[in-house]
């Protein structure tokens, strides 16, 4: 069967659903694959980054204590464009201008053809500094804030036969890609090309365009191999490629600027910290009758993308449970700590632990088991949500949980393990995929097939950062076009040769992307007119076809009011988690996760389980041990051996199971799911905490933490 | 800010007798070995020393052998050997179970107890072993050898009664009567740096020795004292509980670690009760 | 200074005290060694010094004198692991991979789950979970040709 399967997989052209040779496996396995720190260049220089000590303060003076030679040395007044890292706001300068808002804080460019002359430079600067905002519940600034409502709270607090509260904290949690941020910035033409560890060339091609005072023409942005994101390298590397192209462009010379680990942990972004407040109304027999949650999401100095994570956020808070009368509100505010941005989940696993944790409480006062509770309320196909969107025919939680419960035969090893030092908790969820609300429609994504010799080649500006997009998309456009995958050329992405495909974020690059190149092969399998490539090329030479995003019929989004199709669609999963605790030591050993998603259809076997096994392996991490410790406004743990990620012997066995329910809007029936483990992980586990008696309300939940917590039960 | 590697100097002695002139002739040559602490301490512009003195050539210091009624291990021996060496497997088995909680397998082949034991930090994951065990230092310079027993090695925080001109030879360690028993607490499964860090030895005079709880790796008189005069271990509990003077930071908290010591010193009583296989 | 560099003899000039990693990737040109730390924590600069795995971010130039050092470009005889990383999701982003697979072959033809774990609790991986490297490593330890060798190995017994 495997090996049919393999035989099949190798030439035929149906590669859809089955786990063909990655794309670029092989050069990853013998070390051939080129990542941005192995490219030089002749003339190179290498970059350096001069930054804040301080976490809020004017600048005094700065005085260079070194001897200057050779060096370039670039500072605000060297911008050509606008001091600025253009995303969502205007607010967060490429380079510190008279002031800073943030310990890390770029002040100083530095280059030299010589890295060790680098170490060896000496910056004083003098600051006068200001009393930074650190606690995100004083803080005075709001970057954005929303309401989400529906229904009647009165009424349905009033239908309520008992109200339940509960608030709930999740920290700082730091991407770890093991490849450090890194960029590449090469002048020439009155221009200059970047090449970098990114998920999003349009974003930096953009920001470098402003910032350089830069026609579109003359600034390219081209993805080298990238060792992970995360969402890590969605925002932040705009703000890197600035600052290499501003020395690139002041020396002349291309100039090399990759972060060691303790800078990268120190300066770059992390999720968002959050403070979530729930009170629920629900009825005797467990119908929930009204849900009002408040949100705080700590921002960090800049906005970068917190508006958006606020959004996701609160569009998942409620977890996915049907009630009439929902008021979900929300602020992100700034502090004085380095701006948090863009990672996995995107502010959803912050309100789902939330939402889930908050869920077994509920049971708790019920008597109703964590299954039950959770059955009763289970958005089911015509519910509507938060925002009235309306749940489709084959979608909903309730399959997902079921198979969960059925899989683990949760109930029956719950009552086996009582009495026991292991638990078992259970975490529903669900995570919408794509941009949020008209977003898509904003980004009007495109993607270009092109005939080659022999196959295609495509056209899109979607990054590979080890998901798989590379291969994913290429098994779209061989099956749709009935060619084989091997003739289907996948260059890297590079702003100048493909068009703007949107970002490598928010679960869409399948679902979005690979839609728009399941439908431009399908055009230009019309165009061959039952030829194949390489005898239409000979016969017509060269053509290209390009789709550019239309949104499916009957989407509608009121970006003011909340209200309509907060997603196209949404991806659900059931999380169940058995842990060992050790009750006089408080640590906790995560021994199996199942996990029941239903992702629409699956591509790639291999790498769609890929994503959720390495999710919930995130998710452990930030469930148990990942805990930035701030120190006035500074990570005061900013090593691999004071952050500790989940080793081999952390990560629990992780069953997946897929329920394959196809979103017609997909590509091939696909919808998102790389974010979608993300979601899970901390709530199933905290749960399992709590069947062994650990209140415990706030991840991640360190020894110290749970041991508190069983000291109060 | 990462040191620069072009002003340091590394000097390659030709034997250990060469080490030892050389460490005679030159303040502030600092000698390493397997470097598992040293390029950390680099990265993070940490170290002043510009001078290095590479020892990871002389073989002899690699020996592990029964020397007589004590146990040798040399200064260079690696983890990896410690946990190889049958010598060390059949008298102190505690020391294995110590150098397998030591950073992942790459560490292991190069990190060396002698490292271990001049690095001198709370947190070291042998040494409580050492101070167990009751281990000698040997000290070697161009004037001989001396001896130090391993609990008055340290004189404070990462400080040492070496001399600047000495080297760790290697330790001794006589035979341990009792059971042995090990125990690292941190946050991972792996990799971690401990919170607390328990060796102990069941002997008519119990023998208890934590890391991560003071300035240095410290024996537990007072508690020992109850144990040994047959205090119930609820007792000696109490006693540890504030004859320890752990302290906040990034890793843990003072009360976490106090009250974890707790839990090893019965978990210790408890699994080394006779007729309880330990090892 | 003079070492075997993937089965090579090799003279290379640099300073004693730059770490090895950098002499392979700037001295050597060879740059599927990868640094994720810099301080001996993720395992993606594994190199084999003598047949044992070590980070080569920890050790200085002058202590591989003489010695035998193998990166993942010249791991000779495991493309069946190799492969199997690529077949069973061992690699995502494939950062850490080369340090995986370096660090896997340490352990020999046959190592169990347990070996597994336990010999790459140093190796550090964001992407995966760690489980398609574990499925890789089992599936390349499996015999070529799994139903007849189990006969004959039956047979055997």
Request: charged residues 25%.
């Amino acid at each position: 069967m495997k090996g049919a399967r393999k035989a099949h997989a190798t030439r035929a052209t149906a590669v859809v659903g089955h786990p063909v040779r990655r794309k670029d496996g092989l050069d990853k396995v013998t070390g051939a694959a080129r990542y941005i720190d192995d490219l030089v260049l002749p003339g190179l220089l290498y970059g350096t980054t001069i930054r804040s000590t301080i976490s809020r303060g004017e600048i005094a003076s700065v005085h260079l204590d070194f001897d200057t030679t050779g060096f370039t040395i670039v500072s605000a007044r060297d911008i050509p464009g606008k001091n600025v890292v253009s995303l969502i706001e205007a607010d967060q300068p490429s380079l510190a201008d008279g002031r800073v808002e943030h310990v890390g804080e770029a002040i100083l460019l530095l280059a030299h053809a010589d890295k060790e002359r680098l170490l060896d430079v000496r910056v004083s600067i003098d600051y006068r500094p200001a009393a930074p905002v650190v606690e995100p519940e004083l803080s005075p600034t709001t970057f954005k804030e929303i309401t989400i409502a529906k229904g009647d709270l009165g009424r349905g607090f009033a239908e309520a036969d008992l109200v339940v509260e509960g608030e709930y904290r999740t920290g700082h949690q730091e991407h770890l890609y093991i490849e450090t941020n890194g960029v590449l910035a090469v002048p020439g033409d009155g221009g200059i090309t970047v090449h970098g560890s990114l998920q999003c060339p349009y974003y930096v091609h953009r920001a470098l365009c402003e910032l350089l005072s830069l026609p579109e023409r003359k600034v390219r942005v081209i993805q080298t191999e990238t060792g992970g994101g995360f969402g890590g390298k969605e925002d932040y590397p705009s703000v890197l490629a600035g600052h290499a192209a501003l020395l690139a462009l002041k020396s002349g010379r291309p100039v090399k600027m990759v972060y060691d680990r303790a800078e990268d942990m120190l300066a770059t972004t992390k999720r968002h910290p959050a403070i979530v407040r729930h009170r629920t109304g629900v009825t005797r027999d467990g119908h929930l009758t009204a849900i009002d949650i408040e949100v705080l999401l700590d921002g960090g100095a800049y906005v970068t993308l917190s508006p958006v994570v606020l959004s996701r956020g609160l569009l998942h808070a409620t977890g996915p449970y049907r009630c009439d009368h929902v008021r979900v509100h929300g602020r992100v505010v700034k502090t004085n700590t380095p701006p948090n941005g863009a990672f996995r989940g995107f502010g959803a696993p912050q309100t789902q632990f939330a939402a889930e944790v908050h869920m077994d409480r509920i049971g708790e006062q019920l008597g109703l088991d964590p299954i039950q509770v959770r059955e009763r309320n289970a958005l089911r196909p015509g519910d509507t949500m938060a925002t009235g969107q309306r749940i489709e025919a084959n979608g909903g939680a309730l399959r997902v949980l079921r198979e969960a419960a059925r899989r683990t035969r949760f109930r029956q090893r719950r009552r086996a393990l009582r009495g026991t030092d292991r638990g078992l908790g259970v975490a529903l969820f669900f995570h919408g995929a794509g941009f949020t609300g008209s977003g898509e429609v904003k980004l009007r994504s495109k993607a270009t097939l092109e005939l080659t010799r022999r196959g295609v080649r495509v056209g899109v500006t979607a990054t590979e950062i080890g998901q798989g997009a590379r291969t994913v998309l290429a098994q779209i456009v061989a099956t749709a076009l009935g060619i084989p995958y091997e003739h289907v050329e996948m260059p890297p992405a590079d702003t100048s040769l493909a068009p703007d495909s949107g970002p490598t974020v928010a679960s869409r690059t399948t679902m979005i992307v690979g839609r728009l190149l399941e439908l431009a092969a399908r055009d230009l399998k019309r165009r061959l007119r039952g030829r194949t490539p390489a005898e239409s090329w000979r016969a017509h030479g060269p053509i290209s076809v390009t789709k550019e995003y239309t949104p499916p019929p009957g989407l509608t989004w009121d970006e003011e009011q909340y209200v309509g199709d907060a997603y196209g669609t949404w991806a659900w999963a059931c999380d169940v988690a058995e842990v060992e605790l050790d009750r006089d030591t408080g640590i906790v050993r995560p021994l199996r996760i199942t996990s029941v998603a239903d992702i629409g259809r699956v591509i790639h076997p291999v790498m769609a389980r890929g994503q959720m096994e390495g999710g919930t392996a995130q998710a452990v991490g930030y469930a148990l041990t990942e805990e930035v410790v701030m120190r006035d406004g500074r990570m005061a743990n900013a090593q691999l051996t004071n952050y500790l990620i989940p080793t081999t012997a952390d990560t629990p066995e992780i069953d997946v199971v897929f329920v394959e329910r196809p979103y017609r809007n997909g590509a091939f029936g696909a919808k998102g799911v790389g974010e979608l483990p993300m979601d899970g992980g901390a709530p199933a586990i905290v749960n399992a905490l709590r069947s062994l008696g650990a209140d415990v309300r706030a991840v991640p939940a360190t020894p110290e933490r749970v041991l508190d917590a069983l000291s109060k039960g | 800010m990462r040191t620069a590697i072009s002003r340091l100097s590394l000097v390659e002695p030709r034997s250990l007798r060469h080490a030892l002139r050389l460490m005679r002739d030159e303040a502030g040559l600092v000698p390493l070995a397997g470097c598992t602490d040293l390029y950390v301490a680099l990265n993070d512009g940490a170290l002043r020393a510009t001078r290095f003195l590479n020892l990871w050539p002389i073989e002899e210091l690699r020996v592990i052998e029964p020397r007589g009624p004590v146990l040798f291990i040399g200064a260079l021996a690696t983890y990896s050997s410690l946990i190889r060496s049958a010598d060390v497997r059949r008298r102190l088995p505690m020391l294995v179970s110590a150098a397998r909680e030591v950073g992942g397998r790459q560490v292991q082949n190069r990190g060396t107890l002698g490292g271990n034991i001049a690095n001198g930090s709370p947190a070291g994951d042998t040494l409580p072993v050492l101070a167990a065990a009751e281990a000698t230092v040997v000290l070697g310079s161009a004037t001989g050898t001396r001896r130090v027993p391993f609990t008055a090695f340290y004189k404070g925080y990462r400080t040492t009664v070496m001399r600047a001109d000495e080297l760790i030879l290697g330790i001794e360690v006589p035979e341990v009567e009792g059971r042995q028993w090990f125990c690292k607490v941190g946050t991972r499964g792996a990799q971690a740096i401990s919170k607390v860090v328990m060796a102990a030895v069941r002997a008519p005079h119990p023998r208890v020795a934590l890391g991560s709880v003071a300035p240095t790796v410290v024996r537990v008189p007072k508690t020992e004292a109850a144990l040994t005069g047959g205090a119930s271990v609820d007792e000696a509990r109490t006693i540890l509980m504030s004859e320890i003077a752990p302290i906040d930071d990034i890793r843990s908290t003072a009360a976490y670690r106090r009250h974890v010591a707790g839990v090893l010193l019965g978990r210790f009583w408890e699994q080394t009760a006779a007729g309880r296989p330990v090892y | 200074m003079r070492f075997t560099l993937n089965g090579r003899t090799v003279d290379v000039r640099a300073h004693p005290m730059k770490r090895l990693l950098d002499v392979l990737r700037e001295d050597c040109h060879l740059t599927g060694t990868k640094e994720g730390c810099g301080e001996g924590e993720c395992g993606a600069c594994t190199v084999l010094v003598d047949g044992e795995a070590v980070n080569a971010c920890l050790v200085p130039f002058a202590q591989v004198r003489g010695a035998r050092v193998t990166t993942i470009e010249g791991l000779r005889g495991r493309r069946r692991l190799q492969e199997a990383f690529v077949e069973h999701g061992g690699a995502q982003c494939g950062i850490c991979t080369p340090g995986m697979i370096v660090a896997a072959a340490a352990l020999g033809r046959r190592p169990n789950l347990d070996d597994i774990k336990t010999g790459l609790a140093g190796n550090l991986c964001r992407c995966t979970g760690y489980s398609g490297i574990y499925r890789a490593i089992e599936a390349a330890a499996v015999p070529l040709r799994p139903a007849r060798r189990r006969g004959a190995r039956g047979k055997r017994r």
